[in-house]
């Protein structure tokens, strides 16, 4: 009987040894052996790198970058890459050793990818997704594994608009030597969402070569978006949605008690970088502060500015929402012209609603079109006229003073027809949001029946058109509602909470954050967060990362757990910067009769060459690298693209909005262009290329 027993226990001991060294953290899935692995270099077997038995702790660590993740193809049996004397884990989890960190024990944070669990596209939701499970205590991704998390101090996400996956497997050349970018990546043949290794960088084009050393894997990424349109990758990331009622009801609450104190004026002042952005012509006292540009250059001949030299300082009481500041609403009508869009007519209305300014002007130049449909403006009306736009400059400088704010409707283009430069704007085409989201912008007429429950436009004046007293009359309605609702108000935000809001709520211990970005983030999507640094150029983001970070004692800046920034330079490279969306936006703005002569489409913006490309990417690199070496410890960083190549999307979206303009005045064959089924199929083929961006993933 003992002989018996002692056997059994024998074979309880045999059946319990497997178990002993399984490591999954899953349940076994089927055998990832016979797979091939991602690889850009090789199709060949991947080899392991040696690996010391000897453990260390996190204090011995050396400051140095991770490298490879290795899966076998050839055989289920073979050693796991982080223990050379265990069989290999058979359920589809990609270990990550690092070239030059293979002695980092078990209890580092680890990024795990998971190949045989990626069954379609990763999106920019699940890189958004990954923040609440590193920081909180979310579920985690299917994707992705990450191996003792809470050891991870930050987070830190970078949006590099223009990387992309074309830059990793030779589809575009980034060096001078034209053979590097035929001969450079190779596709994984298991489908278009797979992650793709870049372990060995010798098969890199040579200015992304750095990038082995950093990441193990590009894993492709597809941003939002439908058959016909492309969603913003940002609002997808920083904003997150609402999905129950209850949540709803709770965020209206939570808004409820935030809206005390109202909004100020201040606050809904375009900044120099918003006005660049919305083609303002600048006055002269931005000119120090926004980006190089024709906007501001020095006034040309005819061109006034508001005279700052003797404003007056600003009284007001406490709490005051126009903080001492004299409104105006201003809307212009205008005619064609040999010179294109003229002044006909200005209406300026005070905060009271008063009209303090209505003219009609006689264009120095003769009138082409009356364009009287929509300007209202006849032939009759401007018979006896003899106000010149001179005469209108000189009462707006007699008018307004350094602490005056003009309200209006794109005001751009009747600041121009004006040839007169203000500092201080409030666009309500701007501080509105259009229902697709930007770049594109709401029209004054969707603004006024949206939200003021008017229908204006209708022809109302005896000539039938717009009447420039009624839109300056709901632009300063809408203004008045912006201020005692609160920025949310008219914004896309209505069904999402922002990251950080969401982040500061994380339990048992609230997460801190930051935003380091072009233009004025603090105005916009950062002014949740509790670090802001606005930047102009990649190289003040890499400072504002590092900052953020790791805290600067001396100017009493904390440390955050979460940094989201966006550089630029690849992009504007490139020529990604949506060039068409501001041709679309101008043409929209402009007035298109029968006839109208035919409208031309821009160009592509022409490609860098291999040389200015290569240093572009370069340059990119080692502004991550430089960020990479300067995290904390135990930090992950994520360097996402957010899209694909978006210029051909941008450009069939071109001729569609031309197509449309023209098609309400004019027959299908006059138009300028054509818009067929060939069309519409090949929009949607560049939508869907546009969609595929890419993200790098490592743990420092």
Request: with cysteine; glycine share 6%.
């Amino acid at each position: 009987m003992a002989r018996r027993t002692k056997k059994r226990s024998h074979r309880g001991d045999r059946k319990k040894q497997p178990q002993d060294k399984e490591h999954s953290p899953l349940p076994t899935l089927p055998s990832f052996g016979d797979l091939p692995i991602f690889n850009l270099d090789s199709t060949a077997a991947a080899t392991r790198p040696e690996k010391s038995s000897r453990k260390r702790s996190i204090d011995e660590l050396s400051d140095t970058e991770p490298g490879a993740v290795t899966a076998d193809r050839s055989s289920a049996k073979r050693s796991r890459p982080d223990d050379d004397s265990k069989p290999k884990d058979d359920d589809g989890w990609q270990h990550v050793t690092y070239k030059k960190n293979n002695k980092r024990d078990g209890s580092y944070p680890e990024f795990v990818l998971s190949s045989q669990r990626i069954n379609t596209w990763t999106r920019i939701t699940d890189l958004q997704s990954l923040i609440f499970h590193i920081l909180s205590h979310d579920a985690p991704p299917n994707w992705m594994l990450v191996k003792n998390k809470s050891a991870i101090r930050r987070v830190v996400y970078l949006h590099v608009p223009g990387l992309s996956m074309d830059l990793f497997d030779g589809r575009v050349n980034v060096s001078s030597d034209k053979s590097e970018g035929q001969e450079s990546g190779q596709h994984s043949t298991l489908g278009e969402y797979f992650p793709v290794s870049i372990r060995s960088g010798h098969s890199l084009p040579t200015p992304l070569k750095d990038l082995s050393e950093i990441f193990t894997h590009v894993l492709p990424v597809r941003a939002g978006g439908d058959n016909n349109k492309l969603f913003s990758p940002i609002h997808n990331m920083l904003n997150v949605p609402l999905e129950t009622e209850d949540d709803k009801g709770i965020q209206k609450k939570h808004h409820r008690k935030q809206s005390k104190p109202r909004l100020k004026i201040s606050e809904l002042i375009l900044s120099p970088e918003d006005l660049v952005e919305n083609e303002y012509p600048l006055h002269s006292t931005h000119s120090k502060s926004a980006d190089s540009s024709e906007q501001s250059i020095p006034m040309a001949e005819g061109w006034l500015e508001t005279d700052l030299s003797a404003t007056p300082p600003r009284t007001f009481e406490s709490g005051s929402v126009l903080e001492g500041y004299t409104l105006y609403s201003l809307d212009c009508e205008m005619v064609k012209t040999a010179s294109g869009p003229t002044l006909a007519r200005i209406s300026l209305i005070n905060w009271d609603g008063d009209v303090v300014l209505d003219e009609l002007v006689k264009p120095a130049e003769e009138i082409e079109d009356y364009l009287t449909a929509f300007s209202g403006i006849t032939p009759t009306l401007l018979k006896d006229v003899t106000t010149t736009i001179t005469d209108i400059q000189k009462k707006l400088q007699e008018l307004l003073t350094g602490n005056a704010i003009l309200i209006g409707q794109s005001l751009n283009s009747d600041l121009n027809a004006l040839k007169f430069r203000h500092p201080w704007i409030v666009d309500t085409s701007v501080i509105f949001d259009h229902p697709r989201g930007k770049p594109m912008k709401p029209s004054l007429k969707w603004l006024s029946q949206k939200f003021l429950r008017k229908e204006i436009q209708r022809g109302n004046t005896a000539a039938g058109g717009h009447d420039s007293v009624e839109d300056s009359r709901a632009c300063l309605e809408l203004v008045k509602l912006k201020l005692e609702r609160g920025k949310e108000f008219g914004s896309n935000t209505g069904n999402f909470e922002s990251i950080f809001t969401k982040l500061s709520q994380v339990q048992p211990q609230a997460k801190t954050s930051g935003v380091v970005d072009y233009g004025d983030p603090e105005k916009r999507y950062g002014s949740l967060a509790q670090f802001v640094r606005k930047v102009h150029d990649d190289d003040g983001v890499v400072d504002g990362v590092l900052t953020a970070v790791n805290g600067d004692d001396m100017n009493g800046i904390a440390p955050v757990s979460f940094v989201w920034a966006q550089m630029k330079a690849l992009n504007e490279v490139r020529g990604w910067n949506n060039s068409y969306q501001k041709f679309i936006n101008q043409m929209n703005a402009s007035v298109i009769t029968a006839t109208s002569p035919a409208i031309e489409i821009p160009e592509k913006p022409a490609q860098p060459d291999a040389a200015v490309l290569g240093k572009a990417v370069g340059e990119m690199v080692g502004r991550i690298k430089r960020v990479y070496e300067g995290l904390p410890k135990c930090s992950a960083l994520v360097v996402y693209g957010g899209t694909g190549d978006p210029v051909e999307m941008g450009r069939l979206n071109a001729v569609q909005a031309v197509y449309r303009k023209e098609f309400k005045v004019k027959k299908w064959d006059e138009c300028s262009v054509r818009w067929t089924d060939d069309e519409e199929q090949a929009l949607r083929r560049a939508v869907g290329e546009a969609r595929k961006g890419i993200a790098l993933l490592a743990v420092r």
